[in-house]
């Protein structure tokens, strides 16, 4: 097996490994004046399993666009080189929002995604907490594996909850599922009764309306879980309506992380919101951030996604995936 980290993703791609007890495979990328760039192993991938992980949220130094590129070349070239099997770890997919027609000639741009993976020779493609999961594994022909944070999630939530009674609730009504989902695993960690929220929400044309919140908050801890925080609206407009109907603390929980803008600021230092707990998926934040901000916290994705890499490299039941994350992540460092 070779585990290849793309620049952008090594920092991930090391404590992936380190929690998988496999090594990163060496490889090489140059830039070239004009913005042009090209990848190559350093290493022998003909008849290997490859596994090659990036993810593709922007930074600083590269747009979505920039590192979907970087990585379809890779790999085309693992491909051409003779690779026995390649799956691409893709945590944060881009595009994936965009995967139905709402208005007259949209396009379906989770497809189209898909559609180029699949031109330059993934045989597995694997990401964490997408969008939609059932529409990203029907736009893919090739094996999917979607996974997910809400055990990780759930745990973290059932060791630091307070007395109060707890609340599971949705933004809008697309993560009613993913909400639901972790509403059952923090019932099971909890061993109580957790309530449940929806936070009405309508998007057109760039504007967000709404303002219905179906569910019993009052005097309850609610947390509030998404696939991904991006510039904060979202979280702050339920934030505030859960406020609004008496709720005692409110927590906001996300995947990935993207933060643009002033979003960590609107979140960590407003009135509304106590807590920001994200995974590592995303890297936008300075070292130490979590270190001087108390309300935001990071949960590892590392032992998760390894034990998924391990499964699919071994060919064995991925579904022990989860509960040897959890076991992994509970170990002392």
Known sequence: ????????????????????????????????????????????????????????????????????????????????????????????????????????????????VATLF???????????????????ENAFRCPTTHLSMCDLFARDIAERATDAPLVVASPDAGGVKRAQILRLGLEARAGRAVGFGLMEKRRSGGHVSGALFAGDVAGRSVYLVDDMIVGGATMLRAARAVRDHGAREVHAVATHALMTGEALGTLLYGRFIDSVTVSDSTSPFAPGVAARAPRFRVLESGPLIAAAVRALHDESDMGAVHRAALRRTAEPA
Request: proline letters at 5%.
């Open 118 to 136: 699949e031109a330059v020779g993934v045989n597995r493609m694997v990401t964490l907490d997408v969008h939609n999961p059932a529409a990203f």
């Open 1 to 112: 097996m070779l585990f290849f980290a793309l620049k952008g993703s090594t920092g991930l791609g090391r404590r992936i490994a380190a929690a998988g007890g496999f090594g990163l495979a060496l490889h090489e990328e140059r830039d070239f004046g004009g913005g042009e760039h090209k990848a190559r192993p350093l290493v022998r991938v003909r008849g290997r399993d490859v596994y090659i992980l990036h993810g593709l949220q922007p930074d600083a130094r590269w747009s979505v666009n920039d590192r979907l590129m970087r990585l379809l070349f890779f790999i085309a070239t693992c491909r051409d080189h003779g690779a026995a099997r390649i799956t691409v770890i893709a945590p944060y997919l881009a595009y994936s929002r965009k995967d139905r027609r709402t208005k007259p000639r949209d396009p379906v741009t989770t497809r189209y």
